[in-house]
């Protein structure tokens, strides 16, 4: 139900989102932007196409340039492209 509300709201405003921050990130978080995985930390950057995984007993926040918020519970992948989200 809310990634219904989102898109339709991504559609109204025309925004292109390329990029979000971690905002919380616990326990084992990775981010892989094509070079391989790396330990992820508040505060990160990441960009589309990129990957965040989280293991076990793990969770992570994205707030995307519009404020809209991503949360990502244990054992979770997470990858987005800015035109899909339109």
């Not at 094509?34 to 930390?41: I, L, M, N």
């Not at 990160?44 to 918020?69: C, G, N, R, W, Y």
Request: no cysteine; charged share 25%; proline share 0%.
């Amino acid at each position: 139900m809310a990634f219904a509300q989102f898109l339709v709201m991504s559609s109204v405003w025309g925004v292109e989102l390329k990029e979000a921050e971690l905002t919380t990130v616990k326990n084992i978080v990775e981010r892989d932007e094509g070079s391989g995985a790396q330990q992820a930390k508040t505060n990160d950057k990441i960009q589309e196409k990129s990957k965040v995984t989280t293991a076990a007993a793990s969770m992570a926040e994205l707030t995307f340039t519009d404020s809209s918020i991503t949360r990502m519970g244990a054992n979770t992948l997470f990858s987005f492209q800015s035109k899909e989200r339109l």
